[in-house]
């Protein structure tokens, strides 16, 4: 019998993953000649087969309990016609804690209250759905919530039915947390006058962000030898890359796939500008997350909300070291890597400075004034120290954002020890990170939960130490 052969693994759902594992481990050791490879292999396996065995092990909890979930949920499929109409959304209306009357002073608009917002990911979200968490709370609006996690399902494409508490024809005011957007399950929640807007970002430095955040979860650039990951992968992308490798999407057109697109059409390709075009006809509002005071002035302004509204503190920052900087050349390179998201931040970014000309550039600049300081107020009064500090600093658990694996550069914020009983409350929903707010809109996280535990019980231990 060969003593050299190795069983391929069969469950395919795994193979990739398996794949880069063993590839991983064949790197880290010297296969130097023929001889010696039979036994080399056999210390390769010993080494590697606990990463395997655990591998395996998750991956199947983890399989199992994506199905179990979603089957849960698929079985009340909605038909087309169970949608939101606008009278019931009005009479519904009246339950919710919302007042149209608003202060002296305020502008005679009537505030918005309906909104989608397509959350994109590592583009300053958080702090978007911090606002919206605050105004929908503030008025006792209704969120439509994902249940038992934080996202619908991401990545699969939103389905309506996973809503917590969905029933056909239920009528909610904000739609906010991740999802792979689809434009007619989600119109099902909404009232048809639902205000729809996102948020982009300048493709470069969204793709630098979510390779340093997700790269762990990408198995294929576990394979990328070297200490500039980063730098490895957009020198030969074509090397490492496949389309349809597990989580491939965090590293191309992040932003064309969480709207529901096609991430790997080259920039060239006319189904890039249809696919812009098609999406501009279902967004009110593209906020920029480089102009977001400027963003947040604007969507105020298209919502009547007031200044206190839109009042923020950045959430999920990363500590300034941990950002790379790329050299000229290399942002060219993630440039044309993601040529179909440069396109859609281009049009959308003329569109937004066409909507600042016409609300009035001398105007704006009083507003974001105004917004910067009332901002620096609130830090005042809220923040301990006056700023975010690393996470093994934050010394209550409300406030430890969620950190991605084997690292932890995601910034919080300390409550003032010493704060004026009156700001207590502002101050603890602005200082919140996503998770607990959505504990405390009554989303039940379990899963969110144990993914959680596995990555830092067994992945920061094993993982990333075989
Ligand atoms: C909602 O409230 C308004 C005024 O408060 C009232 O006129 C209207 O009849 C109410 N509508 C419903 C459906 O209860
Ligand atoms: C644009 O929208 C039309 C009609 O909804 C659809 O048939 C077409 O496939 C879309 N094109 C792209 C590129 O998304
Ligand atoms: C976005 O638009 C502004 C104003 O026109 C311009 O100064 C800036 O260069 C644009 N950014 C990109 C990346 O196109």
């Known amino acids: 019998m060969g003593t050299c052969t190795e069983k391929t693994p069969v469950l395919t759902q795994q193979a990739r993953a398996v794949d880069a594992i063993l590839s991983h481990c064949q790197q880290s050791l010297p296969l130097d000649t023929t001889g010696s490879r039979c036994r080399m292999l056999g210390v390769r396996k010993r080494i590697c087969s606990r990463g395997l065995i655990l591998w395996f092990f998750i991956a199947n909890i983890l399989l199992v309990l994506y199905y179990i979930t979603n089957s849960a949920h698929l079985s009340i499929r909605s038909s087309p016609e169970a949608t939101c109409p606008l009278s019931l959304a009005k009479s519904q209306q009246n339950e919710t804690g919302f007042s149209q009357s608003q202060a002296p002073g305020e502008d005679r608009c009537s505030p918005k209250i309906n909104i989608m917002f397509v959350k994109t990911h590592k583009t300053a979200s958080s702090t978007v759905l911090n606002v919206l968490f605050r105004f929908g709370e503030k008025h006792r609006l209704r969120f439509a919530l994902p249940d038992g996690r934080n996202d619908f399902f991401y990545p699969s494409p939103f389905q309506s039915s996973w809503v917590k508490d969905y029933r056909p024809g239920k009528c909610f005011n904000i739609v906010c947390n991740h999802m792979r957007f689809d434009h007619r399950e989600v119109a099902k929640l909404l009232p048809p006058d639902a205000v729809y807007i996102t948020i982009l970002r300048d493709p470069v ?262």
């Open 205 to 466: 430095a969204l793709f630098e962000s979510s390779f340093h955040y997700y790269h762990s979860a990408v198995p294929f650039t576990w394979r990328i030898k070297g200490k500039n990951k980063l730098a490895q992968f957009l020198e030969h992308p074509e090397r490492f890359y496949y389309p349809r490798a597990i989580n491939s999407f965090y590293l191309k057109n992040l932003q064309f796939f969480d709207f529901g697109l096609e991430n790997n059409l080259e920039a060239d390709d006319p189904q890039v500008m249809k696919a812009i075009q098609n999406l501009s006809q279902h967004l009110d509002l593209v906020l920029i997350t480089e102009y977001f005071e400027e963003s947040l002035i604007l969507l105020k302004d298209m919502m009547c909300w007031t200044m206190e509204d839109i009042l923020y503190f950045k959430l999920n920052m990363r500590r300034s070291s941990s950002v790379s900087q790329l050299t000229p050349d290399l942002k060219a390179k993630a440039l044309q890597w993601n040529g179909a998201d440069w396109k859609l931040y281009q049009h959308f970014n003329a569109t937004f400075w066409a909507r600042v000309e016409a609300f009035g550039r001398g105007r704006m600049k009083e507003e974001v004034e105004e917004l910067r300081r009332r901002n620096t107020e609130m830090k005042a009064i809220c923040i301990e120290d006056g700023g975010p500090v690393e996470s093994k600093n934050i010394q209550d658990k409300r406030f430890q954002p969620w950190q991605p694996f084997g690292d932890s550069p995601i910034l919080g914020y300390n409550l003032r020890k010493t704060i004026d009983p009156k700001f207590k409350a502002i101050c603890e929903k602005m200082l919140m990170p996503e998770l607990q707010y959505l504990s405390d809109l009554g989303v039940n996280l379990w899963v969110t939960g144990l993914l959680g535990w596995i990555k830092d019980n067994i992945f920061r231990h094993t993982m990333f130490s075989i």
